[in-house]
């Protein structure tokens, strides 16, 4: 269990025992962590990019920190956050013809026609999506397809710093995510709940007991 | 990091365990011997003796309050006077500090009411505990429930202590918070079956009469996320400062909140924020590891905003209730705290001691399942894996019932129990009791106010909501519905506010109180960092950039 390895961190020789996370390994040397840090493991907020060599592998690849084990030998290379001016700016409830949505697709990301497929994309992608056929989708028109590819994108913009044509493919995913989202999901369930709610149908007994065993009715809905 | 707890009891080898539920029949759930108020006694983290002491200053003097809590909030400050001269303040309307999702609702909202805000995150906008949440947010909208079984499930759940204005407030909201995240573009799973045609589908929450909780798969907190970031940044009349952690508040001479002393930690500089109103949507305190408990939480949840708020003059409350959530994963180590869903045992997932015996209702409230676990662990029946106890949620059964299950619907579970080298159709998962939850906090009203005039609050570091104990799919809501109403409170509180002198006459007061009580030379908060962190701000201000 408690095998010591040695790893470089941004430059950084550390000694640690292993199993550890890398992230956990970048802070063993009392090094203060104030960035590139986050969920701590889970994998959903994309904060700790980094770019990794193995041992004796000529590849880098990037991965996030957080869910990749330290091993010996490993460079390892955090990539600093930056926001840059966003290009591609729309806000979402402007778009609201989605017989057109694909226009207003290719008219606020005009440069996804010209992808290159160079495959930079897929490649920096630490959750393996289809980004660059995600970016093909949504250029041809499918933009169901498209969404699907980019569900369980954790926005880290690998991808974004990674495509030589200033794509940004992921808020090209969440764009088509967003705008599919707001224009077709009209749950028949909740605009009943609303309706019954502007009828007046939100009167409250505070007290706490009111629906103890039995399903309350609430004021006048139904 | 911290790791789950050590072993100084008995417990059954894994491998016994792992036979024992193998060749156990199905059971139904047992009765209970002790009533939840005796569980809870006996065996939860916050009836602990070492758990509470009294506060020795401020506003609630005598309020009982975690001990390590109580260090941050008894800190003196980071800054005085001396540090503010020669600083040219940024003046806004609204500033909001914290970027989760609390914030991001109260920046859109903000704006809505014609504000211009600067948003101040200490990591990255984004980066908090919503993008971590899994199980889902609770609106009653199904046929058969209703906003008063919301009410008293959330009131009941909270053991009676919540506040019945901000929970009447919360379930009102519910409904019309869906459909404003619907248009911002946030995603909710619908029901399986052809005749289901466009109702959502709706989960059971441990402690609920409904199933009324919506979801996206089981990462429902970082589709909400990733959305409201993507708005907030999109957003021109937002100014967005990440790595800039508020390490004090800034007061008028009427002790008004006015704005913040920022860190910028890529300058290593201070920067003063004036704003008309300011939302403090901090978040909560798992990185605390209180009572040496591993946390479900982001590397951020250090209770910064209670400490600055209750230094303010902010009243606070419930600071001795906390959550640990009953299914953190316990083994391998350097995984332990990390979350699994509730809505594993929504969709049917059951606990199993050492013994191969269930031993509890599985959807009861999760401090009652909490304190459970807790107890098969202390009398002997947890399971030991590499000298760490836990018991089994049992996945193996569950998934070989459901087997779809794995790739729509419980994504997350999947991914961690890769990380963990263990497939969950075949193997259960080693869990663990992990701190989760903040329950107490500041106090407001239903417009995110709280007791200090300018200063708003949302989320996680607020109280009275979940009263002592949180129900599943009631943060993602209360962040939503209180981050908008703090929002929107906060663009006309500053639209009306004359402009003062900003100041720390705040700390001066705190000062001779901690003087008075024999605290001046204790701690300073807020930490900013947990104590892995290595952070000093003194210290990483003069040091030279690389």
């Known amino acids: 269990m408690s095998d010591r390895i040695r790893l470089s961190v941004d430059g950084r020789m550390l000694e640690v025992a292993t199993p550890v996370s890398i992230l956990q390994a970048a802070s063993a040397d009392g090094t203060p962590l104030t960035a590139n840090v986050g969920c701590l493991g889970q994998g959903v907020c994309g904060a700790c990019r980094c770019m990794v060599r193995k041992q004796d592998e000529a590849d880098v690849t990037t991965v996030l920190a957080c869910e990749t084990l330290a091993e010996d030998g490993m460079q390892v290379s955090f990539i600093d956050y930056f926001i840059p001016d966003r290009p591609h700016v729309y806000d979402v409830a402007e778009i609201t013809d989605v017989w057109r949505l694909s226009n207003a ?64 493919p992921n808020h090209l995913g969440l764009m088509v995510r967003r705008a599919l989202t707001a224009l077709t999901l009209r749950p028949s369930d909740l605009i009943h709940r609303l309706n019954e709610l502007e009828r007046g149908g939100d009167v409250l007994d505070l007290s706490g007991t009111a629906s103890t065993g039995t399903a309350a009715v609430v004021s006048d809905g139904r | 990091m911290m790791s789950t707890t050590s072993l100084s009891v008995s417990a059954v080898p894994y491998a016994d365990a792992l036979t024992r539920l193998r060749t156990a029949a199905a059971q139904a759930s047992p009765a209970e011997a002790l009533s939840r108020e005796e569980l809870l006694a006996a065996y939860h983290p916050d009836h602990n003796e070492d758990a509470r002491v009294a506060l020795r200053v401020g506003g609630n003097r005598g309020m009982l309050c975690h001990p390590t809590l109580a260090c941050l909030l008894e800190g003196n400050a980071l800054v005085g006077d001396v540090d503010l ?75 009676g202590a919540g506040e019945p204005e901000l929970i009447a407030r919360l379930v009102r909201d519910a409904p019309e918070v869906i459909r404003w995240l619907i248009g911002l573009g946030v995603s909710f799973d619908l029901a399986e079956g052809p005749l289901a045609g466009g109702r959502l589908l709706r989960k059971r929450g441990g402690g ?68 008309g109103a300011v939302v403090l949507a901090t978040g909560g305190a798992g990185r605390l590891h209180l009572s040496g408990f591993a946390t479900s939480n982001h590397y951020g949840a250090t209770a910064d905003g209670l400490a600055l708020a209750y230094r303010m003059g902010a009243q606070l409350r419930d600071i001795d209730s906390f959550q640990y959530h009953p299914t953190g994963i316990a083994w391998p180590g350097h995984l332990a705290g990390g979350l699994i869903s509730e809505a594993v045992r929504s969709f049917g997932a059951t606990l199993v001691n050492g013994q191969g015996a269930r031993f509890i209702d599985e959807l009861s409230p999760r401090d009652v399942v909490t304190s459970a676990i807790l107890r098969e662990c202390a009398e002997g029946r947890g399971v030991v894996r590499d000298g760490l106890i836990g018991v089994f949620l049992d996945t193996p059964t569950l998934l070989a019932n459901r087997p779809a299950l794995l790739r729509e619907q419980l994504v997350s579970l999947g991914h961690l129990a890769h990380r963990a080298g263990i497939d969950p159709t075949r193997e259960p998962m080693l869990i663990y009791p992990t701190l989760h939850y903040q ?32 129900l599943m799919g009631n943060a993602l809501l209360d962040i939503i519905v209180f981050g908008r109403r703090a929002g929107a409170a ?34 300073r908060s807020p930490i900013l960092y947990p104590a892995y962190g290595h952070f000093d701000l003194r210290r990483h201000m003069a040091a030279s950039q690389d």
């Open chain 1, 105 to 168: 697709v290719s008219g606020i990301f005009p440069e996804a026609a010209q992808c290159r497929h160079c495959g930079g994309c897929d490649r920096a992608c630490p959750k393996e999506l289809d980004v660059q056929r995600g970016v093909a989708l949504a250029v041809a028109g499918d933009l169901a397809g498209a969404a699907g590819i980019f569900d369980q994108c954790v926005m880290c913009n690998l991808c974004t710093l990674a495509c030589p044509e200033r794509i940004w």
């Open chain 2, 85 to 159: 001269v020669a600083l040219d303040p940024v003046v806004t309307d609204v500033l909001v500090i914290g970027g989760g999702g609390a914030g991001a609702a109260a920046t859109l909202a903000a704006r809505r009411g014609g504000a211009d805000v600067v948003l101040a995150a200490k990591l990255r906008v984004g980066d908090s505990n919503t993008v971590m949440a899994e199980g889902g947010i609770q609106a009653a909208i199904g046929e058969e429930d209703s906003l008063q079984r919301h009410f008293d499930d959330t009131l009941k759940g909270g053991h």
């Open chain 2, 208 to 275: 609920t009469t409904a199933a009324r909780i919506l979801s996206h798969r089981d990462f429902t907190g970082l589709e909400m996320m990733r959305v409201l970031r993507e708005a907030v940044e999109l957003d021109r009349g937002v100014t967005v400062l990440n790595r800039a952690p508020a390490i004090e508040l800034l007061s008028d001479e009427r002790g008004r909140c006015v704005g913040a002393v920022l860190y910028d930690l890529e300058l290593r500089r201070l920067r003063l924020v004036c704003a």
């Open chain 2, 439 to 470: 329950n107490g906090g500041v106090v407001i009203d239903t417009d995110g106010a709280s007791t200090v005039p300018g200063l708003y609050c949302a989320g996680e570091v607020t109280g009275g909501v979940h009263g002592r104990n949180r």
């Open chain 2, 490 to 523: 906060a663009a006309r509180h500053a639209a009306a506010a004359e402009p003062g002198r900003f100041g720390l006459g705040h700390v001066q007061s705190w000062q001779r109180e901690l003087t008075c009580a024999g605290l001046i030379e204790g701690p």
